[in-house]
């Protein structure tokens, strides 16, 4: 089948179909990260996790729709302070959730799946009754929908390239704050140990409200910069849900590592079954393969070794 | 109601089902419900949708067990309710596509859907769906040996709360993509439809759905008695005790690998014949009746009822989906509100449920009306650590 080519296109094809695996493995570990903060953190799955993401996208939207209004010189740049905007506005939703609900939930982790749920549902309906139901898209500025073509057959486009840089910067960001900072400080050790923390002066709570608020807002830049591969809608979120979760539980839960080498397992899996058969029957069998790697290892590949 | 296994286990099969008087006043309570004041109350086509709504308990019974009493949360068992559904279906599908009305067909006599999706043979896990006892048979042990399957690893692997309720998840998901990719052989996204007869019996008439009706509710009798005889043996005790202090009953010697397979295996069980059921009364079944979110909603039931009694899960599922029609009839935006609000409102306030809201305020209440005995402190739910 490939004697048609040349051996150069063939290169390009595999660097470019590579390339396409890699900007999936970003998203992956773009929709795993806030989970695995409250996870790591606290043993909680925050089943609203994706309306974090949606709420990033919306704020992203509503920006840019602000801009081509009232300022369209401004269009190439406004990308600057919607980003950290998206970030702003899930933050604050996270630090109310927390403080009114997770908060009397930490005791109860079965529970916290539950008012999730609810908070999930709650949360869809806000988007649908106060934005709308329709999808709705963010006008980007030019420079991020060309390609770029390093030589004549290469053509990477530059909205993949801008993911693959978030997620680049923010997984290590995640983990130079965690180890150097003196707020990171303070959240290992509320994970490991809350009462101890607490006796030793820490104030857990107002810890466990920013870590809360932390992971929302690393899901909402992450939703922000999904609507530069894909559109918003109020249940936008939950095609990805599922498999948020799985990514994280394959990676092992407390495992920064393994959440990355998951995503990249899972990425490189489903390239290849939707290669061989069709959308619904290569999630079929990734889910099938999923499982019985989970049977094998309960703990997922990269658990932690840290007793909580 | 129901209490937990906590008395003494012993006595005769009866002492076991009927222990105290409560128990014997909430079953009374439920049969003149369900059997006089209903059937009476409602017109043919309520009666009918009561009778679906019923079917749903059948499921959240096998979640109280599961869940309230073993503390496994299975977000997943809208799988095992499709597996009865969908084996149900199959039969009636399959009597529904006999070679004389489907002479239009390309090829008479297999299911519409498939002749639509250039199916030319009948798939060979269609042919047991054609004998009625076949049929019940796969009903009953289809969903324990897939259970059975799912399960024992990740068990056996001490796989439990919130990753066990993830995996189920993804296993109901997994079995959506599976019925939607599969168009010609389980009907897709549409689902299986257009189902007439029951060996010959039109399931569609006002006659025959008062019927089933009436046999769904025998049905769920049944299966609130044997759950409530399985709380009630020693099995019951040693579930009861690994949810509240996992580590103290290994260390006790018991193997729990077993025993979580067998309540996992039981509550799919329950949710099957709950499905096949389902199927009988509505009259066709699709990949939306089973997906995330309905198996999400019957955990919800089961809350609301209250998770540690049988009888309460039968009175949630009847509640919030009476609740449900009505709401979403009149006021679809709210009832999403109030609805994502019961879920909070359940988990923060209630924990126990209705049933909670009986046994530790009303009931106590009236006893001390009547002076029948001092009010007792009400028992909380333990802290669910993983």
Same mark, same amino acid.
């Given at each position: 089948m490939f004697a048609e080519y040349s051996f150069e296109e063939i290169k390009s094809i595999l660097i470019m179909q590579s390339f396409g695996g890699l900007s999936l493995l970003c998203i992956y570990v773009l929709m795993g990260l806030g989970l695995? &903060?409250?996870?790591?953190?606290?043993?909680?799955?925050?089943?609203?996790?994706?309306?974090?993401?949606?709420?990033?996208?919306?704020?992203?939207?509503?920006?840019?729709?602000?801009?081509?209004?009232?300022?369209?010189?401004?269009?190439?740049?406004?990308?600057?302070i919607a980003i950290p905007l998206s970030f702003g506005v899930a933050f604050l939703v996270g630090w109310i959730v927390e403080w009114l609900l997770i908060s009397r939930l930490y005791k109860r982790p079965l529970d916290t799946l539950l008012a999730t749920w609810g908070l999930s549902l709650i949360m869809q309906q806000c988007f649908r009754t106060f934005i709308g139901a329709r999808e709705m898209s963010a006008t980007l500025p030019d420079w991020l929908m060309g390609s770029w073509a390093p030589t004549d057959t290469i053509d990477i486009p530059i909205n993949g390239l801008v993911i693959l840089a978030t997620t680049i910067i923010l997984t290590t960001g995640l983990v130079i704050f965690t180890r @150097?900072?003196?707020?990171?400080?303070?959240?290992?050790? !509320?994970?490991?140990?809350?009462?101890?923390?607490?006796?030793?002066?820490?104030?857990? @709570? &107002? !810890?466990?409200?920013?870590t809360f608020a932390l992971a929302c807002g690393i899901s909402g830049i992450g939703g922000a910069f999904l609507t530069t591969v894909a559109s918003t809608s109020p249940t936008a979120g939950t095609a990805y849900i599922v498999d948020a979760f799985l990514v994280l539980v394959l990676g092992g839960l407390g495992s920064l590592f393994g959440l990355v080498i998951s995503a990249g397992f899972l990425a490189l899996l489903s390239s290849i079954l939707e290669f061989f058969m069709t959308g619904s029957m290569a999630k079929v069998w990734l889910y099938l393969i999923i499982f019985i790697v989970l049977a094998k290892f309960t703990k997922g590949l990269f658990s932690s070794k840290v007793r909580t | 109601m129901t209490t937990n296994s906590l008395k003494q286990p012993g006595g005769g099969l009866l002492d076991r089902l009927f222990s105290g008087r409560s128990s014997i006043l909430s079953y009374t309570v439920l049969a003149i419900i369900l059997f006089l004041v209903l059937p009476n109350l409602l017109s043919a086509f309520r009666l009918n949708m009561?009778?679906?709504?019923?079917?749903?308990?059948?499921?959240?019974?096998?979640?109280?067990?599961?869940?309230?009493?073993?503390?496994?949360?299975?977000?997943?068992?809208?799988?095992?309710?499709?597996?009865?559904?969908?084996?149900?279906?199959?039969?009636?599908?399959?009597?529904?596509?006999?070679?004389?009305?489907?002479?239009?067909?390309?090829?008479?006599?297999?299911?519409?859907?498939?002749?639509?999706?250039?199916?030319?043979?009948?798939?060979?896990?269609?042919?047991?769906?054609?004998?009625?006892?076949?049929?019940?048979?796969?009903?009953?042990?289809?969903?324990?040996?897939?259970?059975?399957?799912?399960?024992?690893?990740?068990?056996?692997?001490?796989?439990?709360?919130?990753?066990?309720?993830?995996?189920?998840?993804?296993?109901?998901?997994?079995?959506?993509?599976?019925?939607?990719?599969?168009?010609?052989?389980?009907?897709?996204?549409?689902?299986?439809?257009?189902?007439?007869?029951?060996?010959?019996?039109?399931?569609?008439?006002?006659?025959?759905?008062?019927?089933?009706?009436?046999?769904?509710?025998?049905?769920?009798?049944?299966?609130?008695?044997?759950?409530?005889?399985?709380?009630?043996?020693?099995?019951?005790?040693?579930?009861?005790?690994?949810?509240?202090?996992?580590?103290?009953?290994?260390?006790?010697?018991?193997?729990?690998?077993?025993?979580?397979?067998?309540?996992?295996?039981?509550?799919?069980?329950?949710?099957?014949?709950?499905?096949?059921?389902?199927?009988?009364?509505?009259?066709?079944?699709?990949?939306?009746?089973?997906?995330?979110?309905?198996?999400?909603?019957?955990?919800?039931?089961?809350?609301?009822?209250?998770?540690?009694?049988?009888?309460?899960?039968?009175?949630?599922?009847?509640?919030?989906?009476?609740a449900k029609t009505m709401f979403s009839e009149a006021y679809p935006t709210v009832w999403v509100f109030i609805y994502g609000a019961l879920f909070i409102l359940i988990v923060l306030a209630l924990p126990k449920g209705l049933a909670g809201v009986w046994t530790d305020h009303v009931r106590l209440w009236i006893r001390s009306l009547l002076k029948l005995d001092s009010p007792a402190k009400p028992k909380k739910i333990k802290s669910q650590t993983t």
């Open positions: 695995y &903060v409250v996870f790591g953190q606290m043993g909680v799955i925050n089943m609203a996790h994706a309306e974090f993401l949606v709420i990033g996208s919306y704020t992203m939207c509503l920006a840019s729709k602000f801009v081509v209004d009232h300022m369209p010189t401004f269009i190439n740049h406004y990308l600057w @150097k900072t003196r707020w990171g400080l303070r959240m290992r050790s !509320t994970s490991q140990n809350r009462d101890m923390s607490q006796a030793l002066g820490i104030n857990t @709570k &107002v !810890t466990d409200r920013f | 009561a009778g679906k709504y019923l079917c749903y308990a059948f499921a959240c019974i096998g979640l109280v067990l599961c869940w309230g009493h073993a503390g496994i949360l299975s977000l997943g068992q809208g799988l095992f309710f499709g597996i009865g559904g969908y084996s149900m279906a199959m039969f009636l599908k399959l009597e529904a596509s006999d070679p004389e009305s489907t002479s239009i067909q390309s090829t008479p006599g297999i299911p519409d859907f498939m002749d639509w999706n250039q199916v030319t043979e009948l798939p060979w896990f269609w042919y047991p769906y054609k004998s009625f006892p076949l049929t019940v048979a796969l009903i009953l042990t289809l969903p324990v040996i897939i259970s059975c399957i799912l399960c024992f690893f990740y068990f056996k692997g001490r796989v439990t709360g919130v990753v066990f309720a993830i995996i189920t998840q993804s296993m109901v998901a997994c079995s959506w993509y599976f019925i939607v990719g599969n168009q010609g052989y389980f009907g897709g996204i549409n689902g299986i439809t257009d189902l007439k007869t029951l060996n010959g019996w039109d399931i569609r008439t006002e006659s025959a759905q008062k019927i089933l009706y009436f046999v769904t509710c025998i049905c769920l009798f049944g299966c609130l008695f044997l759950s409530k005889w399985v709380l009630s043996t020693r099995l019951g005790r040693v579930l009861a005790a690994q949810r509240d202090k996992e580590e103290r009953v290994r260390f006790s010697g018991y193997n729990l690998t077993s025993f979580r397979v067998f309540i996992f295996a039981f509550a799919a069980l329950l949710a099957s014949i709950g499905g096949a059921l389902f199927t009988l009364q509505v009259g066709f079944m699709s990949p939306n009746l089973i997906g995330v979110v309905p198996s999400i909603d019957l955990i919800i039931y089961t809350a609301v009822g209250g998770r540690l009694c049988t009888v309460g899960a039968v009175y949630g599922a009847l509640l919030i989906n009476t």
